[in-house]
């Protein structure tokens, strides 16, 4: 395993899911090409809107 994603629904005004992500320490180089791929897969096939990215 080199990573992983998390969705997780939020009861907030302002965000209605969570996204995190990590990756190993020894592939830290695609931490952001994996936080970019996962905004834009939620964007294209996921019906929320508004996306909390935890630190970024």
Do not use: E
Request: some cysteine; aromatic content about 14%; proline content about 7%.
């Amino acid at each position: 395993m080199i990573g992983c994603v998390y969705l997780y629904p939020m009861a907030s005004a302002d965000h209605d899911v969570s996204v995190q992500s990590w990756v190993r320490a020894s592939h830290a180089h695609l931490d952001g090409p994996l936080a970019d791929a996962v905004a834009a897969w939620i964007s294209r096939a996921w019906p929320w809107r508004s996306p909390y990215r935890y630190g970024r």
